[in-house]
């Protein structure tokens, strides 16, 4: 018996050939871009699981009166928490940011890297988190200079070597000092929130020596936000308990009142929470992955969809064998099994080429994300039986409805030609299209916002020019007593050269981070709780501003003598007009006369910067302070147009005269701002490909149906044609109510999108409106993708000639 039904099975395969390759293919479109998207949702929610203490792993993070929390707290509170509670079973600490510089091998080759994806940590930091380690042991990080390598890291520096022993120079804002490899780890894994190449030792920063005057590095200070902080809590310990004890331990110690609170986030669910302005290397957004996943979900609906149609479309031309078989004997149940069987055939035969598509499309999706995902990605988490289950329940479902439907007709009507007169399902059939059609637009219209928001961001007015800056990080290696001298020589020769329009010096750049946010600024007519709004600083050369081409609203710049100023004795700043803003200021001359205070410090306000975007449009304007110093941590000049390779080939060649030792490491300021768009830019991607995917699924079900419209329709047409019926009346006749069909998922569509797209927009502090021509452009499309669609059989038919068309059964 399944001998027969298989061979009946194959044979109605090959038979309606059209409809069983329109079938497997959009099955295996759905299922292939179910799999694709089911890989990348797996991948993030796997991040941070494999720690083997992660149920009770949290992350200290500061919240401050309006709800803004951040990842970066002042490391004492460790080992002060550490001692007052016996919750906690033991607690690690990290600092990334500040460990950046420039790392060197000791060796005849004297070959440096400047190295960003660096930290200072705990020496309990391989065993605290389950980082393998390949050579060494996890206590040997807890003594001084000391550096554990990655295994890509010991290959880069050290070649086929073995690396344990030898030594590893760092030179950053603590001057050059030699750190001994003894360990070496295996890469940190791409579904990690912690990855780094290096990992020196933090106990070196506990020697006071260390430090060179940067006191604020101490790791027992409870005044500097510079480090991330991890707890291991007892079984058992309440996170919202414990929160409060720290918050009261830190109101009772720290002689800041600036309303910030503890507050503990458990490490499990890092990846995913809300973006948080903090310095680990990735972090998820739970929205985007529930987005996809739903978009996944979808796809996979319009090719089970596609499945339905043409089943219950083409059930009809079986409906003689199903009345036959009836009529010889066959029970329901029996002819259920039949077409179940055939259901689960033709799904299976999607499945396997949804996997030679997932294997052939792979490396271009892997790409449009960036990610290195595989089917193995699957496996990291219970996503994957979930995703099957989804698989087996639809295709089960599509085919149990087709099985029933085509098993449910009447012999005695089947056997008198009557079914096509009284067969059910056309408005079913309208619906699924419609359905279909309605995912597909609404897909194509968060596509066109998407890309748009993007195109609004990239060609924003930022308040600056940043055409042809370049930027030079600044040295590392070298800062001795000819360090002053080697640097003016180098400003002097870089300003005879006739392709700098303009240079500068500062510690922070536009497009990058600020070099720290600080709150305690109140005027003579502040209001209570003003002293907790907080600030960004900016530190500047006196020529920053004229080399960003950032306008002053109000006063003076710096002058270059203020800018020498130590620290601790400037009294003078320069704020933007959100900062006076927020500051209660009326106007920026009210701002100019009067003096601020800062803590127990008083400044006065000599000029007020024209706001601008010194980071990314998907948020407001800070608040910032601009503080006078001739800080080296960055060097940037504004190059003539033409000849790009050949400007930055001098600059690196005058660098390296001057600055031995350190590499030349340079971008473009209008590049590093696009950056900050990365994921807009996946996102966009990924929407511009579903929508395809869908459309072309939806068209294929669309080509199957005016395919089956046209053949039960062959004798009508060739009636038409022998009264003078056009082509173009017989194709308007043919393709009208199919094109109904998508002018009513249109106007389904259009309000779904519009909520949807709306929402997401409110995420950012700078956004487009949605306008009507979004909804007209999206509409047009699939209109005409339809029409093309069914155009194409309406016209092949209209063109047929109209005596074998009466000849037709």
Same mark, same amino acid.
């Given at each position: ?540 050369? /006196?020529? *920053?501003? +004229?080399? =960003? ?6 006063? %003076?710049? &710096? @002058? ?110 209008? /590049?590093? *701002?696009? +950056?900050? =768009? ?6 966009? %991607?990924? &929407? @511009? ?114 005596? +074998? ?5």
């Amino acid at each position: 018996m399944l001998h027969n039904y298989l061979k009946i099975a194959f044979r109605n395969l090959l038979r309606h050939k059209v409809y069983s390759f329109i079938n497997i293919a959009g099955l295996a479109m759905g299922i292939s871009a179910f799999l694709l998207i089911l890989q990348y949702v797996s991948h993030e929610k796997s991040f941070n699981q494999f720690h083997t203490n992660l149920p009770d792993m949290y992350r200290l993070l500061n919240e401050d009166p309006k709800g803004v929390t951040w990842g970066e707290v002042e490391p004492g509170w460790a080992s002060r928490a550490k001692q007052r509670f016996p919750d906690i079973q033991s607690y690690c600490r990290f600092a990334d940011g500040m460990a950046q510089g420039i790392v060197k091998k000791e060796g005849p080759t004297n070959e440096s890297f400047r190295e960003t994806n660096i930290s200072y940590a705990e020496g309990n930091f391989f065993s605290f988190f389950s980082f393998p380690l390949k050579s060494g042991q996890p206590t040997s990080l807890a003594k001084p200079n000391v550096v554990f390598v990655s295994e890509t890291s010991a290959k880069k520096y050290f070649g086929t070597e073995n690396p344990m022993g030898k030594v590893l120079t760092l030179s950053n804002q603590f001057g050059t000092m030699p750190f001994t490899v003894q360990g070496i780890y295996a890469d940190m894994p791409a579904n990690s929130d912690i990855r780094y190449d290096l990992v020196f030792s933090l106990e070196t920063l506990k020697i006071s020596a260390n430090l060179v005057g940067n006191g604020w590095a101490d790791t027992e200070n409870i005044d500097s936000q510079y480090i991330n902080m991890f707890f291991l809590l007892n079984k058992g310990v309440n996170p919202s308990a414990f929160e409060a004890k720290l918050t009261a331990m830190r109101n009772e110690l720290s002689k800041e009142n600036d309303g910030v609170r503890f507050r503990l986030q458990a490490f499990k669910n890092t990846h995913l929470s809300a973006s948080l302005n903090d310095t680990l290397q990735t972090l998820g957004n739970l929205k985007y992955v529930y987005m996809l996943g739903g978009i996944a979900f979808l796809i996979l609906i319009i090719g089970w969809f596609n499945y339905v149609n043409l089943s219950t479309a083409n059930s009809l031309k079986r409906a003689n064998e199903v009345g036959v078989r009836k009529v010889i004997g066959a029970t329901q149940w029996h002819l259920v099994k039949q077409f179940l069987g055939e259901s689960m055939l033709v799904n299976l035969l999607g499945f396997v080429l949804a996997l030679v598509l997932v294997s052939a499309l792979q490396p271009f999706f892997n790409e449009l994300l960036d990610k290195p995902l595989s089917l193995k990605t699957l496996g990291y988490t219970p996503v994957w039986i979930w995703g099957l289950a989804v698989v087996l329940i639809g295709s089960l479902a599509s085919g149990a409805y087709t099985a029933f439907a085509l098993s449910n007709f009447n012999p005695i009507k089947t056997m008198k030609g009557q079914l096509n007169k009284t067969a059910k399902g056309v408005f079913l059939r309208k619906s699924l299209v419609v359905v279909q059609f309605s995912i597909s637009i609404t897909l194509v219209l968060a596509t066109i916002v998407i890309y748009n928001q993007l195109n609004f961001m990239q060609s924003q007015n930022l308040g600056m020019n940043t055409q042809q800056l370049l930027v030079i990080r600044g040295p590392e290696i070298g800062k001795d007593s000819t360090y002053a001298a080697r640097k003016n020589a180098f400003w002097n020769e870089l300003t005879q050269q006739s392709f700098i329009k303009d240079y500068c010096t500062s510690g922070t750049i536009p497009s990058g981070w600020y070099n720290f946010s600080t709150a305690g600024f109140t005027q003579p007519n502040s209001k209570s709780g003003d002293e907790f709004k907080t600030y960004s600083f900016a530190i500047i050369g /006196e020529r *920053f501003l +004229k080399t =960003y081409e950032i306008g002053l609203k109000a006063g %003076r710049n &710096f @002058t270059a003598e203020e800018c020498k100023v130590e620290w601790n004795q400037n009294s003078k700043v320069l704020m933007n007009e959100r900062a006076i803003q927020q500051l209660g200021f009326t106007s920026a001359e009210q701002a100019l006369r009067t003096k601020i205070k800062w803590d127990e410090r008083y400044l006065e306000i000599i000029g007020v910067v024209k706001d601008y975007h010194h980071t990314s449009l998907q948020k407001a304007i800070d608040p910032i302070i601009f503080y006078p110093q001739n800080n080296n941590a960055y060097f940037t000049v504004r190059l003539t147009a033409d000849r790009m390779p050949e400007k930055i080939a001098s600059l690196n060649k005058l660098y390296k005269t001057y600055f031995t030792g350190n590499p030349f490491d340079y971008f473009f300021v209008d /590049e590093n *701002f696009n +950056k900050l =768009y990365v994921s807009e830019q996946q996102y966009s %991607r990924i &929407f @511009t490909t579903a929508s395809l995917w869908a459309i072309f699924i939806a068209c294929l079900g669309l080509f199957g149906l005016a395919t089956f419209t046209v053949e039960s329709r062959t004798k009508e047409i060739g009636i038409r044609k022998v009264l003078g019926a056009s082509v173009a009346s017989i194709t308007a006749l043919l393709s009208k109510d199919f094109l109904l069909l998508v002018l009513l998922a249109i106007l389904i569509a259009s309000p779904i999108a519009y909520y949807f797209m709306d929402k997401w927009l409110q995420d950012f502090a700078y956004r487009i409106s949605i306008s009507w021509w979004v909804f007209a452009v999206a509409g047009s499309l699939a209109v005409l993708i339809a029409f093309l669609t069914v155009g194409f059989q309406s016209i092949k038919a209209a063109l047929m000639n109209p005596v +074998k068309s009466l000849k037709s059964e």
